[in-house]
């Protein structure tokens, strides 16, 4: 599982209420990534980061963000959640720094938005 | 901008069936081709990867792919299926470090494999 964890793994919460979930790894890799899956969609990239307090926007960034402070957590926030939100969040890392290494994925937290 | 398609949303096979789940993808440079496999309740996994070299790919559990440029596509392949296979599996291409190397992935395709 490449040391990932995430949580909290199951979040309900209601329209309008900030929301952060964590990612956490533990072998200092420097790509990683959140991504939604949905069905019908597969999975999409809302974030990524580089580095520590290097990150971008994936495809669908609009109504999060993202903070890297530390080289194993990545976290991401609904500044304020809506039903559009609901959905499984994914978390991975890449084990190199060529687009050719592997993105290894966390065990997903499954949100619900009220 | 890139796209993946996987055609099949659901199949349904029986044990020591033949499988083959369709991936074309919307690219015309370099690309880097990965099937992942998610079991029901679990995250991804990697089953198997292309970027260069032999186009036929074996992967893990059996599995193998085949890249063909000309079509743009890469099917996953197993010659006999096991109730264990049933799952859900996701094409996914990247090219290059655009964006930081994201995948794109399929809509995913759903295996049920009847005992």
């Known amino acids: 599982d490449a040391g990932i964890t995430q949580s909290p793994r199951h979040k309900v919460t209601e329209t309008g209420t900030p929301v952060t979930l964590r990612c956490h790894q533990t072998e200092n890799h420097r790509y990683m990534y959140w991504y939604r899956q949905d069905p019908g969609h597969g999975l999409r990239l809302i974030h990524y980061?580089?580095?520590?307090?290097?990150?971008d926007k994936g495809e669908v960034s609009d109504g999060y963000s993202v903070s890297r402070s530390k080289t194993e957590d990545f976290l991401l926030t609904l500044e304020s959640a809506t039903s559009s939100q609901t959905s499984v969040y994914f978390c991975?890392?890449?084990?190199?720094?060529?687009?050719?290494?592997?993105?290894?994925f966390g065990p997903g937290t499954r949100l619900t938005v009220l | 901008a890139q796209s993946v398609s996987q055609h099949n949303h659901h199949v349904i096979l029986s044990e020591a069936a033949s499988l083959e789940l369709g991936c074309n993808y919307s690219y015309g440079g370099t690309v880097n081709l990965f099937w992942y496999v998610q079991y029901p309740g679990q995250h991804l996994q990697l089953l198997l990867k292309y970027f260069s070299g032999d186009p036929l790919v074996k992967g893990i559990k059996g599995f193998e792919a085949e890249f063909i440029k000309s079509k743009f596509s890469f099917n996953l392949r197993k010659p006999s299926v096991q109730w264990s296979d049933t799952a859900e599996y996701f094409c996914a291409v990247n090219a290059g470090n655009n964006q930081g190397g994201k995948l794109i992935f399929g809509q995913g395709t759903e295996l049920s494999v009847k005992p």
């Open positions: 991975a890392i890449r084990t190199g720094l060529q687009s050719t290494d592997t993105q290894y």
């Open positions: 980061s580089y580095g520590v307090k290097d990150t």
